[in-house]
T-cell receptor, first 114, second 111 residues
Framework: AQSVTQLDSQVPVFEEAPVELRCNYS??????LFWYVQYPNQGLQLLLK??????LVKGINGFEAEFNKSQTSFHLRKPSVHISDTAEYFC????????????FGPGTRLSVLP | SQTIHQWPATLVQPVGSPLSLECTVE??????LYWYRQAAGRGLQLLFY??????ISSEVPQNLSASRPQDRQFILSSKKLLLSDSGFYLC??????????FGPGTRLTVT
């Protein structure tokens, strides 16, 4: 069975500083990887996804993530954060192309401080 | 383009009362549909998913149930709410494009 680990439950960072949110997965098969963002009292919005090809994927709002198969990681990065990036971030893994078998990580709360 | 609706947006219900939350999807056909719950400060818990009309799979035993009376309609119900049913309920859909798409959610408070 797949599992997703997000080691940091909370990440405080000052505005305009870089940030990295960590995600590790456990799977013995090929996987598809996703990052979602959730703003307070809203649904989840897809930030970016890795399906195949280039291991560096770029998403919305200036975020990017790098797939590392040997380390089974998919860390999310942004070079300079804004106050508006304060939100909950979820990493997810799937092993099918129909959107089933999704497994979400527990989430990381990013707080951007002025 | 595809759109997913959930209502109501917020709901306050007493313990022991019934529950009905509705989710509808527009702009796609035969989607997979999902109900998730988020308890306060916690991650996503998959409650039910459906691959077609009348086909419901339950992931967690509880006093909740789900139904799919139409292709793009997914309903979450309970006959008697518990305090532990409080949370943020999210509906999602997927097709052959790998990812899931989420609705705006319903905030349920059981008092």
């Amino acid at each position: 069975a797949q599992s997703v680990t997000q080691l940091d439950s909370q990440v405080p960072v000052f505005e305009e500083a870089p940030v990295e949110l960590r995600c590790n997965y456990s799977s013995s098969v090929s996987v598809y990887l996703f990052w979602y963002v959730q703003y307070p009292n809203q649904g989840l919005q897809l930030l970016l996804k890795y399906l195949s090809g280039s291991t560096l994927v770029k998403g919305i709002n200036g975020f990017e993530a790098e797939f590392n198969k040997s380390q089974t990681s998919f860390h999310l990065r942004k070079p300079s954060v804004h106050i508006s990036d304060t939100a909950e971030y979820f990493c997810a893994v799937s092993d099918d192309n129909y959107g089933q078998n999704f497994v979400f990580g527990p989430g990381t709360r990013l707080s951007v401080l002025p | 383009s595809q759109t997913i609706h959930q209502w109501p947006a917020t709901l306050v219900q007493p313990v022991g009362s019934p529950l009905s939350l509705e989710c509808t999807v527009e702009g796609t056909s035969n989607p997979n549909l999902y109900w998730y719950r988020q308890a306060a400060g916690r991650g996503l818990q998959l409650l039910f998913y459906s691959v077609g009309i009348g086909q419901i799979s339950s992931e967690v035993p509880q006093n909740l149930s789900a139904s799919r009376p139409q292709d793009r309609q997914f309903i979450l119900s309970s006959k008697k709410l518990l305090l532990s049913d409080s949370g943020f309920y999210l509906c999602a859909w997927s097709t052959g494009s790998y990812e899931q798409y989420f609705g705006p959610g319903t905030r349920l408070t059981v008092t």
